[in-house]
């Protein structure tokens, strides 16, 4: 069975930082992102990781400010969010998809967490 589980979320003050973590087992994942939603909009892009060379993607509204990572060995993505805003509130989704090409489409992805709730007081 294919589980993905996150984990880190939390409460910060602006400007302050955390790092999510999303821990997946079943199966072998090659491309792995990260969306958030926030309440009333849209599920949204927010980072993507390769599943060979490690190629990034961000969305413009974090890039310079979240970065993306992955340990292979434990099969297992990351999201270090720093200098976070009230904007960046949002429930976070890990997903995971049977292909290397990274991707910024809900579509394309075939698993995701439950989510976890990030919280950025003004």
């Known amino acids: 069975q294919v589980q993905l589980v996150e984990s880190g979320g939390g409460l910060v003050q602006a400007g302050g930082s955390l790092r999510l973590s999303c821990a997946a087992s079943?199966?072998?994942?090659?491309?792995m992102g990260w969306f958030r939603q926030a309440p009333g909009k849209e599920r949204e892009f927010v980072a993507a990781?390769?599943?060979?060379?490690?190629?990034?993607d961000y969305a413009d509204s974090v890039k310079g400010r979240f970065t993306i990572s992955r340990d292979n060995a434990k099969n297992t993505v990351y999201l270090q969010m720093n200098s976070l805003k009230p904007e960046d509130t949002a429930v976070y989704y890990c997903?995971?998809?049977?292909?290397?090409?990274?991707?910024?489409?809900?579509?394309?992805?075939?698993?995701w967490g439950q989510g976890t709730q990030v919280t950025v007081s003004s």
């Open positions: 079943g199966r072998t994942f090659y491309a």
């Open positions: 990781i390769s599943g060979s060379v490690g190629s990034t």
């Open positions: 997903a995971a998809r049977g292909a290397a090409r990274l991707s910024r489409l809900k579509a394309e992805y075939n698993y």
